[in-house]
Nanobody, 119 residues
């Protein structure tokens, strides 16, 4: 089973930034399709962004221009840079294996990292 560990969440004011990290054990992220998804309280999973094995990136329309997905192959880590954060971005953020991942069904994801944006 793939072990994914997210970090980097926290409390930030509206308009602020955070960088989330996703590390893996026993799995090479460097050439895999990886995604970030999120789940706000009382809501379903929402796909945020993906990066494929070639480094091409994909974003849900709501986040394009504010969030940036990337990876560091030397460290086997995938990142999600969150800029211009809004209160509605408050959610648990998860990294997951695959592209355009729908975690409402089933997905290989980590335990998540909490992002809270205050007004």
């Amino acid at each position: 089973e793939v072990q994914l560990v997210e970090s980097g969440g926290g409390l930030v004011h509206s308009g602020g930034s955070l960088r989330l990290s996703c590390a893996a054990s026993d799995f090479t992220l460097s050439f895999a399709d990886m995604s970030w998804v999120r789940q706000a309280p009382g809501k379903g999973f929402e796909w945020v962004s993906s990066i494929d094995g070639f480094g091409f990136t994909y974003y849900a329309a709501s986040f394009k221009g504010r969030f940036t997905i990337s990876r560091d192959k030397t460290k086997n880590v995938v990142f999600l840079q969150l800029d211009s954060l809004k209160t509605e971005d408050s959610a648990m953020y998860y990294c997951a294996k695959g592209r355009y991942v729908d975690c409402s069904a089933s997905c290989d994801r980590g335990q998540g990292t909490q992002v809270t944006v205050s007004s």
